[in-house]
């Protein structure tokens, strides 16, 4: 299942509740403001990394561009994709969910 | 699980928009996303538009010349690939979107939907829901 | 149309934004397209269920009056993830009582509210083929 978070995990709880209820080998999409939970040395930055474990965590570039930031802010393990990944993980994963 | 047979080649999407223009970046992510998805020789049956998403759909829309014209780019997209633009009526209402129809059941002096667009019954994002391959919501 | 399961995942407090009503309403209409529909209220989405709620001296409809009417629309099966509710400081008492008549079981008077851990949430969603967050 492909789960997509867009909010900053400083601000809401989407992307906890995302890491919480989402099934292992889920992949989590970060878009829009939730890709500052992609970066090194913030206060959830560990949890995301815990959460690569079992789950693969995933970035908009544009929108990680956006906002200043490149491949070398970001947790090792992140992979990052732009609008044609972003279609190509919609076509891999059948279930997609939003976490509004 | 319904449409396991399909090929991956060739999908159908929905896209679900819940936020207006110009606050929001949903609108925008939709849009990008919708032309990746037809890039990539896929087809998009309909962007559905619910909540303030319905705000996507006046044609009033006039931004400063310098900034993207967001509804003008949802009519192009439809027109250029044939894309079925929706917006809840309930929520349009609501929200003063109307098309000729409803303007002049509601006795309003105009209407304000866009070209590309129509008005349409809620179950509309039940219907693309259940005919397409993948469905994909932005919103808030 | 072919049926498919949806689930309207509710993670929003009621009145504070107009989230709430309008995906309800999506959860009626799939009901009534007769898809097979089934609603969890997990984070702030749990404080829709609270009883009592009174928003109509703000002019606000209490739509969370017409959660009495989901049976009627053969919506049965509710769910609520008890993890959010403890951390709001919310018991099961505190939630608005909502029964549904199981016909498959002569029509007994059933409580229309499950109450699941993370675990089982984690699940329901999985298991949907549509999930539609409010």
């Known amino acids: 299942m492909l789960h997509i978070v867009n909010k900053s995990p400083f601000e809401k709880n989407s992307l906890a509740s995302c890491l919480r209820l989402s099934a292992e080998e889920s992949t989590i999409l970060l878009i829009e403001d939730a890709v500052y939970a992609a970066l090194v040395n913030t206060s959830v930055s560990e949890s995301v990394h815990r959460a690569m474990d079992e789950k693969r965590i995933v970035a908009l570039e544009p929108d990680l561009a956006a906002r200043g930031f490149d491949a070398n802010h970001l947790i090792n393990g992140v992979e990052l994709v732009d609008y044609d990944g972003f279609v190509t993980l919609t076509v891999d994963n059948p279930k997609i969910q939003s976490w509004l | 699980m319904i449409n396991s047979q399909l090929s991956t080649h060739h999908m159908k999407f929905a896209v679900l928009v819940n936020e207006g223009p110009y606050t929001h970046q949903a609108s925008d992510s939709a849009y990008h996303f919708a032309k990746a998805v037809l890039r990539q020789g896929h087809e998009v049956l309909r962007v559905f538009f619910y909540h303030d998403g319905v705000n996507n759909s006046t044609r009033l829309t006039t931004p400063p010349q310098d900034d993207r014209n967001i509804t003008q780019r949802w009519t192009d997209l439809a027109s250029d690939h044939n894309i079925d633009l929706a917006v809840c009526v309930a929520a349009a209402q609501r929200r003063g979107i109307v098309d000729s129809a409803e303007a002049r059941r509601n006795e309003k002096d105009t209407d304000n939907i866009a070209e590309g667009f129509r008005i349409a019954g809620l179950g509309q994002l039940i219907d693309m829901a259940v005919k397409a391959d993948r469905l994909v919501t932005f919103g808030d | ?134």
């Open chain 3, 1 to 134: 149309m072919s049926k498919k399961r949806i689930v309207c995942l509710n993670r929003r407090a009621p009145h504070g934004t107009n989230y709430p009503q309008e995906g309800f309403e999506v959860a009626l209409i799939g009901a009534a397209f007769d898809q097979d529909v089934a609603i969890a209220f997990v984070d702030d989405g749990v404080f829709q269920l609270k009883s009592e709620q009174n928003p109509r001296n703000l002019g606000l409809k209490n739509f969370t009056r017409s959660f009495g009417a989901l049976a009627d629309y053969e919506i049965c099966e509710v769910y609520v993830e008890i993890e959010s509710l403890t951390e709001r400081g919310l018991v099961e008492d505190d939630l608005m009582t909502l029964i549904w008549e199981d016909e498959d079981d002569g029509d007994i008077e059933k409580p229309l509210l499950r109450f699941v851990g993370q675990d089982e949430m984690s699940q329901i969603i999985s298991e949907a083929d549509v999930v539609l967050n409010f």
